[in-house]
């Protein structure tokens, strides 16, 4: 399964996005802002391609997808929230976004249980689970 997160062209404060999974529009996404030196919990991660991996997260208490292999992070998942400032470097979904530079998608938990069983199908499987980030 490749997943793909366009970005828009974002500002200082932070990074909004389409995701795509395997050509198809999935949701919105919200990030931190991307910069070219990393500010600790307020850095997007770089452009690139990750493995999607499922493992428990200790923060969240749940089952998440990880993205293995992130220069410089660690811990970087996809999860549910509304801004960046409910972000540490991660990737927010949402299905709502009525404007594309207010930093707030909506609809988070709906994106979220809609996405999760596509990826577990597929590490179920043994599908690769790729996201590229452009």
């Known amino acids: 399964m490749k997943m793909k997160l ?6 200082v404060e932070f990074t ?7 050509g198809e529009f999935e949701c919105y996404t919200v990030e931190d802002a991307v910069r070219k ?4 919990n307020r850095t ?3 452009a690139g391609t990750y493995n999607v991996i499922m493992t428990m997260s200790t923060r969240f208490k749940k089952v998440l997808p990880l993205l293995e292999g992130v220069p410089n992070f660690t ?14 470097g991660c990737i927010i ?3 709502i976004n009525d404007k594309l530079d207010d930093d707030w ?16 199908d597929a590490l179920a499987v043994k599908e690769k689970v ?4 452009v």
């Open 6 to 11: 366009v970005r828009n062209k974002g500002t």
């Open 16 to 22: 909004e996005g389409k995701l795509y999974v395997d």
């Open 37 to 40: 030196v990393k500010v600790h």
């Open 44 to 46: 997007a991660i770089p």
């Open 75 to 88: 811990g970087v998942r996809i999860h549910s929230g509304n801004s960046s400032k409910d972000t540490e």
């Open 93 to 95: 979904v949402g299905s």
């Open 105 to 120: 998608v909506s609809g988070s938990k709906v994106a979220m249980q809609r996405l999760m069983p596509k990826i577990q």
């Open 130 to 133: 790729t996201l590229e980030i």
